[in-house]
C-alpha cells in the first residue's frame, strides 16, 4: 500500500471514529426523542407530531421481540411521513417490497429478521395479497424451510432443513378500508393529519423553499446512532413492580386491550432502548420516566383505537369532557371549537361520531342558560392508561417528584405526587 492510500486510510479511521463518538453523544442526549421529531421535520415532514415518533419508535423495535406492525392511513402524506422516517436507518435494514420481484417475496421475506419492511400503497392485488398473508402468519411472524448451502455460515450441517421464525417491523400504508377489515387487529392503525389546518401548514411550509435530502451530511451521523440501539442479553427480562399496577388498571373488559398493552411494552421498551446507551446500568430495564414519555406519545392512540373512534374524535369527546367540568354545564359545539381553534363544521362531524359511540349526550343546560348542549358520559371510559401521576401515587418508592423530558417539547416535566 502506498503511503498517500495509507494516510487516506488513516483520515477515513479517524473521521468513522469521529461519528462514532458523535453517535454515542446524540444518544446519550435526554432530548434524544426530541431531537428525532426535529431531525424528522427538517427532512420535511410538516406537523405529524406524534406520528413521526411512533413510526421511528417502530423502527427500533426491529431488535426487539415482536416487533412492531403500522399500518398508516391517508389520501395523501403516507409516503412523505414514512420515508424521512426510515432515512434514520441504516439502509442495509430497509427492505421496500417494491424493489422485489415475485420470486423474491417468496423466499426473502423468510429471512428479514431485524429489517424494516415498507409496503408502500397497498392495493387490492393479487401480489399484494400474497405480501399481506405471509406477514399475517401469525400476526405478523413468518416461518420458513430453508434448505442451508455450503456457503451459508450459519448452518446444522450441509443440506440441512431448518425452520426459523423471523420477523420484521412492517410499515404499511394504505388510502382504502375495505381490503383490511379481517386483518386490522394485527396492526397499530395511524391517520395522516388532513384537517384543514394541517394542509395550510404544509402548503406555506412548501412555499418556503426545498430540502434536498442527498445533501443531508448528518444522515450517516444518525443511521450510526441508530445501528447502536441494540439489545444484549439480560436486557428487559424483568419489569419493574409498578409495571403490574398500570397492568390492573387497564380496560380489561375489552378483549382487545390483550394485543394493545403487548404493543405498549414492547413500544416502552423501545423508548428505554433510545435512553440506554447513555445509561450506567449493565441491564436495561424499563424506568417510570420511559412511562411517562410513552404514556405522552401513545396513550391516545392506544385508546382510540380500543374504542374505535379517530384521535380527532377522541380528542374532542375529552375536550367535552373539561369544558363541562370547567363550565358546570353542557357545552355547545361553537365551545368546542373554540377550545380546539378549528372549525364548527368540522366539530360537529367529529360530534356526530363521539355520540354515535355513546361518548357524549346532548342534555339540557341548568340555572340561567337552559340552552342543550353535549355532556361527556361520566361512565364511559376515554382512556386506556392510567396517568403517570395515579401510578407515583399508588407507589412511594418511586420518590414524591420524577422528571422526564417531554419528546414533543424537550423540556423537563416534573410529575408530583
Same mark, same amino acid.
Given at each position: 500500500?502506498?503511503?498517500?492510500?495509507?494516510?487516506?486510510?488513516?483520515?477515513?479511521?479517524?473521521?468513522?471514529?469521529?461519528?462514532?463518538?458523535?453517535?454515542?453523544?446524540?444518544?446519550?442526549?435526554?432530548a434524544f426523542l426530541f431531537k428525532v421529531g426535529q431531525k424528522i421535520e427538517e427532512l420535511g415532514v410538516v406537523g405529524e407530531e406524534r406520528n413521526r415518533l411512533i413510526l421511528f419508535l417502530a423502527c427500533v423495535t426491529r431488535?426487539?421481540?415482536?416487533?412492531?406492525?403500522?399500518?398508516?392511513?391517508?389520501?395523501?402524506?403516507?409516503?412523505?411521513?414514512?420515508?424521512?422516517?426510515?432515512?434514520?436507518?441504516?439502509?442495509?435494514?430497509?427492505?421496500?417490497?417494491?424493489?422485489?420481484?415475485?420470486?423474491?417475496?417468496?423466499?426473502r421475506l423468510g429471512r428479514l429478521s431485524e429489517h424494516i419492511l415498507l409496503i408502500d400503497d397497498y392495493r387490492d392485488s393479487a401480489k399484494d395479497k400474497q405480501i399481506l398473508m405471509k406477514l399475517l402468519q401469525p400476526q405478523?411472524?413468518?416461518?420458513?424451510?430453508?434448505?442451508?448451502?455450503?456457503?451459508?455460515?450459519?448452518?446444522?450441517?450441509?443440506?440441512?432443513?431448518?425452520?426459523?421464525?423471523?420477523?420484521?417491523?412492517?410499515?404499511?400504508?394504505?388510502?382504502?378500508?375495505?381490503?383490511?377489515?379481517?386483518?386490522?387487529?394485527?396492526?397499530?392503525?395511524?391517520?395522516?393529519?388532513?384537517?384543514?389546518?394541517?394542509?395550510?401548514?404544509?402548503?406555506?411550509?412548501?412555499?418556503?423553499?426545498?430540502?434536498?435530502?442527498?445533501?443531508?451530511?448528518?444522515?450517516?451521523?444518525?443511521?450510526?446512532?441508530?445501528?447502536?440501539? !441494540?439489545? #444484549?442479553? &439480560?436486557?428487559?427480562?424483568?419489569?419493574? =413492580?409498578?409495571?403490574?399496577?398500570?397492568? %390492573?388498571? $387497564?380496560?380489561?373488559?375489552?378483549?382487545?386491550?390483550?394485543?394493545?398493552?403487548?404493543?405498549?411494552?414492547?413500544?416502552?421498551?423501545?423508548?428505554?432502548?433510545?435512553?440506554?446507551?447513555?445509561?450506567?446500568?449493565?441491564?436495561?430495564?424499563?424506568?417510570?420516566?420511559?412511562?411517562?414519555?410513552?404514556?405522552?406519545?401513545?396513550?391516545?392512540?392506544?385508546?382510540?383505537?380500543?374504542?374505535?373512534?379517530?384521535?380527532?374524535?377522541?380528542?374532542?369527546?375529552?375536550?367535552?369532557?373539561?369544558?363541562?367540568?370547567?363550565?358546570?354545564?353542557?357545552?355547545?359545539?361553537?365551545?368546542?371549537?373554540?377550545?380546539?381553534?378549528?372549525?364548527?363544521?368540522?366539530?360537529?362531524?367529529?360530534?356526530?361520531? !363521539?355520540? #354515535?359511540? &355513546?361518548?357524549?349526550?346532548?342534555?339540557? =343546560?341548568?340555572?340561567?342558560?337552559?340552552? %342543550?348542549? $353535549?355532556?361527556?358520559?361520566?361512565?364511559?371510559?376515554?382512556?386506556?392508561?392510567?396517568?403517570?401521576?395515579?401510578?407515583?401515587?399508588?407507589?412511594?418508592?418511586?420518590?414524591?417528584?420524577?422528571?422526564?423530558?417531554?419528546?414533543?417539547?424537550?423540556?423537563?416535566?416534573?410529575?408530583?405526587?
Amino acid at each position: 500500500m502506498t503511503e498517500e492510500k495509507v494516510v487516506k486510510a488513516e483520515k477515513k479511521r479517524e473521521t468513522e471514529s469521529d461519528i462514532a463518538r458523535k453517535a454515542r453523544r446524540l444518544l446519550a442526549d435526554p432530548a434524544f426523542l426530541f431531537k428525532v421529531g426535529q431531525k424528522i421535520e427538517e427532512l420535511g415532514v410538516v406537523g405529524e407530531e406524534r406520528n413521526r415518533l411512533i413510526l421511528f419508535l417502530a423502527c427500533v423495535t426491529r431488535v426487539l421481540p415482536n416487533p412492531a406492525a403500522i399500518i398508516i392511513r391517508g389520501s395523501s402524506g403516507k409516503s412523505s411521513l414514512v420515508n424521512p422516517v426510515i432515512w434514520l436507518f441504516d439502509g442495509r435494514h430497509v427492505v421496500d417490497i417494491l424493489d422485489l420481484s415475485e420470486q423474491e417475496i417468496r423466499w426473502r421475506l423468510g429471512r428479514l429478521s431485524e429489517h424494516i419492511l415498507l409496503i408502500d400503497d397497498y392495493r387490492d392485488s393479487a401480489k399484494d395479497k400474497q405480501i399481506l398473508m405471509k406477514l399475517l402468519q401469525p400476526q405478523g411472524a413468518m416461518y420458513k424451510a430453508f434448505q442451508w448451502g455450503k456457503d451459508d455460515d450459519e448452518r446444522d450441517g450441509p443440506g440441512d432443513k431448518i425452520y426459523i421464525r423471523q420477523w420484521p417491523v412492517v410499515l404499511f400504508t394504505t388510502r382504502g378500508d375495505a381490503a383490511l377489515k379481517n386483518e386490522e387487529s394485527r396492526f397499530l392503525s395511524l391517520h395522516t393529519d388532513e384537517t384543514p389546518a394541517q394542509s395550510l401548514a404544509i402548503v406555506k411550509a412548501r412555499a418556503l423553499g426545498l430540502k434536498l435530502v442527498a445533501y443531508d451530511k448528518d444522515l450517516e451521523l444518525w443511521e450510526q446512532a441508530t445501528n447502536l440501539l !441494540v439489545v #444484549k442479553r &439480560g436486557d428487559f427480562e424483568n419489569h419493574p =413492580g409498578w409495571l403490574s399496577f398500570v397492568a %390492573e388498571q $387497564l380496560p380489561v373488559e375489552q378483549v382487545g386491550v390483550r394485543r394493545s398493552w403487548a404493543r405498549f411494552v414492547i413500544f416502552c421498551c423501545a423508548i428505554a432502548l433510545c435512553r440506554g446507551v447513555g445509561a450506567a446500568a449493565e441491564n436495561l430495564a424499563i424506568t417510570f420516566p420511559d412511562y411517562c414519555v410513552a404514556y405522552r406519545i401513545f396513550e391516545p392512540i392506544f385508546a382510540s383505537e380500543l374504542h374505535g373512534v379517530r384521535l380527532e374524535e377522541l380528542r374532542v369527546a375529552r375536550t367535552i369532557a373539561k369544558l363541562n367540568t370547567r363550565e358546570g354545564r353542557p357545552v355547545t359545539v361553537r365551545e368546542i371549537a373554540a377550545e380546539l381553534h378549528c372549525n364548527d363544521r368540522l366539530i360537529s362531524d367529529y360530534v356526530k361520531s !363521539v355520540q #354515535k359511540n &355513546g361518548f357524549v349526550v346532548y342534555e339540557s =343546560g341548568t340555572g340561567k342558560k337552559k340552552e %342543550e348542549g $353535549l355532556v361527556a358520559r361520566e361512565d364511559a371510559r376515554r382512556r386506556f392508561l392510567p396517568s403517570p401521576k395515579s401510578v407515583l401515587n399508588n407507589h412511594p418508592a418511586l420518590g414524591r417528584k420524577v422528571s422526564y423530558v417531554d419528546p414533543f417539547s424537550g423540556e423537563v416535566k416534573w410529575i408530583e405526587a
